[in-house]
C-alpha cells in the first residue's frame, strides 16, 4: 500500500513537521522574519533564469512560459515523479472560462463572490487568463474540448452573469496534467528536480529582493538554487498539515486531503519570512465524508463519490448517540445535484458545538449500512478502479475492493450480527441505534423521511450482518496564501510587489472564500503569466 511506503519513507508526520507553523508567526506575517540573507555570500548549488516551486498544473504552466519566453527554470517538486501533479492531477479537470467578447458581464459575475479587499485589477487579470485559456493550450498542442455553457454553483449568483463555456484536456485532471507534464518535459531549459521541496527563500533583508530557494533533496542535503531572474511559488495549499488545518478551520475535526498529501502549508512559511501579504485562510472547500480507519492508514481521504446521488443507499449516518442528524444524501445548498458536503459554505451539521457539553454535538460520526449496501459493491466509490478523481487509487495509494472483503479484513469496515452488537463495537449507544435504525426503516416502508425528507437512496437498513465505521470530512483544498496582482506578483503589507516574487494556482487563490465550481483549473493554468513575468526580470548580479 503506497500509504505505508510513505509512512517508511517521508512520512505525514516529516511532511508536517517541516512546515509547522504557529499562530504566532502567522501573526508577525507583517515582519521581515528570519529569511534573509546576503546574496554575495551564498554557495550556490545550482542556478536557473526562473525557479518554480511546485509541479502541479500551476508550476507546468508557469514553466512552459518562462521557457516560452526563452528562460531557462528549475522545478523543485517535493513529490517523487509518480506521484507529481498536485491537485491538478486529481481533480475533475474541467475549466470554467470566460467569453473574451463578455468581459464586463463576467467580471460583474466574479466581483460578486469576491471579497471587497480583491482588487478590480486582479479579477480583470485573471478573467484574460480564463478568455484566452482555450488557445493558450492548443497553441502547445492540446485537443480541447468545448462544453455547454455553465453557470454559477452558486444558484443565486445566476443574476449577476455566468461564464459561458467549459473546457477539457484529457477527460480529468489526470488526463489534463499528463498533457502539461508532457509539454513541461519538452521544453527547451526546463529541469523538474523530484524529492527536492522547497523549505526557505532567499533574500535582501533590506530590499526583499528574492535571489534564490534553499532546497532539500532525497538525501537531506541542503541546496540554494539560484534564482537569476525571479521565484514563481506554485506549492499548493495546507490540506495535509494537521497543526495550520487546527489553526484555520474547526479543532480536532478530523479531516482528509482529498487531493495531494504533499500539500503541506510550506510556501505559506516561505511568504511569512519575507513579509507578505496574506488571505484566504477562512475559506474551507469540503469534500464527502470518508472513511476514517482508512484515511488513518492510507494518508488521503477514501470516501465517496460526490457525483453518485444514490451512495448512502441502505445507509445512515448517526452521532455517538445513535441518532441521525441531516439528511444523509441530499444535495448541497449550492447546488442540488452534488453530493453534500461539497464545496458547502453553510454551517455543517456534521460541525454543530454544544457550550453545554464543550464539544461537537455530532462527533464521532458514524456510518451505518447493511449487507445490502456491502453486496452492491464499494462502500467507498471516491478509490475504485472507476474513480476518476480521489488520489488514492490514481496515484495507487489504496484501491477500495469490488467486494469490501479486504477493508472488513482490515477493520476499517466493522461487521456484527445484530444492530446491538454493531454499536457496541463502535461506541455507539445501541439503544439510540436500534431506535433510529426502526424509525428509518418504518419512514422508507412509508416512502416518507419523516425527520429529514430524504430522497435519494432511501432505502432500509434492515438485512443483517450490519457494517460501520467512523466517519472524517474530505477536503478538496484550501485557497490561502500570499496576496497577488494582476502580474502574479505577491505583496506585501503595503501593497507593494516584492521583488522577483510570483506565486499562482491554489496557493493565494483569488477565491478567497466563495469558489466558482472549475475555476481552480484555470486558475492554476493562469500561472503561466507568473512564470512568463519572471523570465522577463532582468537578471540579477
Request: negative net charge.
Amino acid at each position: 500500500m503506497k500509504g505505508e511506503e510513505m509512512k517508511q519513507g517521508m512520512s505525514r508526520r516529516s511532511f508536517v513537521g517541516v512546515s509547522a507553523l504557529s499562530l504566532g508567526a502567522l501573526a508577525l506575517a507583517g515582519c521581515s522574519g528570519n529569511g534573509g540573507a546576503d546574496a554575495s555570500a551564498v554557495e550556490w548549488a545550482d542556478e536557473a533564469d526562473v525557479v518554480v516551486v511546485g509541479f502541479g498544473g500551476a508550476g507546468a504552466a508557469a514553466a512552459i512560459n518562462a521557457s516560452d519566453e526563452g528562460a531557462s527554470v528549475i522545478i523543485l517538486e517535493k513529490a517523487p515523479e509518480e506521484d507529481c501533479g498536485g491537485n491538478t492531477s486529481v481533480c475533475g479537470g474541467t475549466a470554467c472560462v470566460a467569453d473574451p467578447d463578455q468581459l464586463d458581464t463576467a467580471f460583474d459575475f466574479i466581483r460578486y463572490q469576491m471579497p471587497s479587499t480583491t482588487a478590480d485589477e486582479e479579477i480583470e487579470g485573471y478573467l484574460e487568463e480564463s478568455s484566452t485559456l482555450k488557445q493558450w493550450l492548443e497553441d502547445h498542442g492540446a485537443d480541447v474540448t468545448v462544453g455547454e455553457t455553465r453557470g454559477s454553483m452558486y444558484g443565486a449568483l445566476e443574476e449577476a452573469g455566468s461564464f459561458p463555456m467549459t473546457l477539457k484536456v484529457g477527460g480529468n485532471g489526470y488526463g489534463l496534467f499528463t498533457f502539461l507534464k508532457e509539454v513541461t518535459e519538452s521544453s527547451p531549459g526546463v529541469q523538474v528536480r523530484y524529492e527536492t521541496p522547497a523549505r526557505k527563500l532567499i533574500f535582501d533583508p533590506e530590499t526583499k529582493e528574492v535571489k534564490g530557494v534553499v532546497a532539500v533533496d532525497a538525501e537531506g542535503n541542503q541546496l540554494n538554487v539560484k534564482a537569476k531572474r525571479g521565484v514563481v511559488l506554485a506549492c499548493g495549499g495546507f490540506e495535509n498539515n494537521k497543526q495550520m488545518l487546527n489553526a484555520f478551520y474547526p479543532p480536532n475535526v478530523p479531516i482528509y486531503p482529498c487531493g495531494t498529501p504533499y500539500n503541506t502549508g510550506d510556501g505559506v512559511r516561505m511568504v511569512t519570512e519575507i513579509g507578505a501579504q496574506l488571505r484566504g485562510f477562512g475559506s474551507v472547500e469540503w469534500g464527502c465524508h470518508c472513511c476514517k480507519p482508512a484515511a488513518d492508514e492510507v494518508g488521503v481521504s477514501c470516501g465517496f463519490t460526490w457525483t453518485d446521488m444514490e451512495c448512502w443507499s441502505n445507509a445512515i449516518m448517526v452521532n455517538r448517540q445513535g441518532r441521525r442528524f441531516v439528511n444523509e444524501s441530499a444535495g448541497t445548498v449550492a447546488n442540488r445535484s452534488i453530493l453534500r458536503p461539497l464545496h458547502d459554505k453553510s454551517q455543517l451539521p456534521e460541525l454543530a458545538f454544544s457550550m453545554d457539553t464543550i464539544g461537537y454535538v455530532n462527533l464521532p460520526m458514524f456510518l451505518v449500512c447493511d449487507d445490502t449496501k456491502v453486496q452492491a459493491g464499494p462502500v467507498f466509490n471516491n478509490c475504485t478502479r472507476t474513480a476518476g478523481n480521489h488520489w488514492a487509487n490514481i496515484h495507487e495509494w489504496y484501491t477500495w475492493s469490488d467486494d469490501n472483503q479486504a477493508e472488513i479484513e482490515k477493520g476499517w469496515l466493522v461487521k456484527a450480527d445484530t444492530l446491538e452488537e454493531l454499536a457496541e463495537k463502535l461506541g455507539i449507544d445501541p439503544a439510540g441505534l436500534v431506535e433510529t435504525v426502526e424509525t428509518y426503516n418504518g419512514d422508507c416502508a412509508a416512502g416518507v423521511d419523516s425527520a429529514y425528507g430524504r430522497v435519494n437512496g432511501f432505502t432500509p437498513v434492515s438485512t443483517p450482518p450490519f457494517y460501520g465505521c467512523e466517519l472524517g470530512l474530505g477536503l478538496i483544498n484550501t485557497q490561502g496564501g500570499p496576496v497577488r496582482d494582476a502580474a502574479h506578483r505577491v505583496l506585501d503589507n503595503d501593497n507593494n510587489p516584492i521583488p522577483r516574487l510570483y506565486a499562482g494556482g491554489e496557493f493565494g487563490s483569488i477565491y478567497s472564500w466563495l469558489y466558482q465550481g472549475a475555476g481552480n483549473v484555470p486558475e492554476a493554468l493562469g500561472a503561466r503569466v507568473a512564470g512568463a513575468n519572471a523570465a522577463r526580470e532582468d537578471p540579477w548580479e
